[in-house]
């Protein structure tokens, strides 16, 4: 038997509900049979994890009972020799029996059943319930500013403070900084940040930066890395 390709189930069941289309077909009990023994991850594929759950929800006769459907997307067709067309033979459809209360008559009508659209809505949520879980990866970058001050005089240690006192929702102050020679006795001060990109906007916090009017002359960005 085959391995299971889970890869391609997913990129399939991402589109329908079952391997054959929207009902189930002989493709999904071969490879419920093929599954049975390795169960698909919800974590990695959690299509194929619903389309597995909702399948094994089946019992076994139900299962034997699906026809073949389409052939899947992509299959090569096969050259065979010309045959007589011959009218098709219309399937008997046998009603379910009467005892058995986990038969399901899945072909009587062209659309699912109620129970069918119920473990449909059922594996949808297990779907959603399982990207929830996925971890959301936060778009961040740091930053370093290059602030001068106006005079010689200006106390940087001071303005540093000021400049650590600016809080925003998704800043995150380097609780150090560096003083650097300009000219003439005149230091500047270089400040860095990591900031959340869909938080903070880098022209808002360069503007409040120099809104100490009185000790800072200008604010530049020195480096802007994402991380």
Known sequence: MEAANFDQYEKTLTEQQFLGGQLPTSADKEAYDLLKNTPPSVE???????????????????????????????????????????????????PAA??????????????PSEETKKLLEES???????????PTVIAKSFILF??????????????FKKILAIE????????D????????????LIVGCVVED????????????GEFEEEVQSVDILTFNKI
């Open 44 to 94: 990695s594929h959690p299509h194929t994890f619903a389309w597995f759950a909702l399948v094994h929800r089946f019992n076994e006769s139900v299962r034997a009972s699906w026809a073949a459907g389409a052939a899947p997307k992509g299959a090569e067709k096969k050259q065979a020799a010309p045959v007589k067309k011959e009218e098709p033979k219309k399937e008997e459809v046998k």
């Open 98 to 111: 009467a005892n058995d209360d986990d038969e399901l008559d899945l072909f009587a009508d062209e659309e």
């Open 124 to 134: 949808k949520k297990k779907v959603e319930e399982a990207q929830k879980k996925k």
């Open 146 to 159: 290059e602030v001068k001050p106006y005079e010689a005089e200006t106390d940087l240690d001071e303005l």
């Open 168 to 175: 925003l929702d998704g800043l995150v102050w380097k609780q």
């Open 177 to 188: 900084c560096k003083k650097e020679p300009i000219a003439y006795g005149v230091y500047k």
């Open 198 to 209: 869909d938080k903070v906007s880098v022209d808002d916090l360069q503007e409040k930066i």
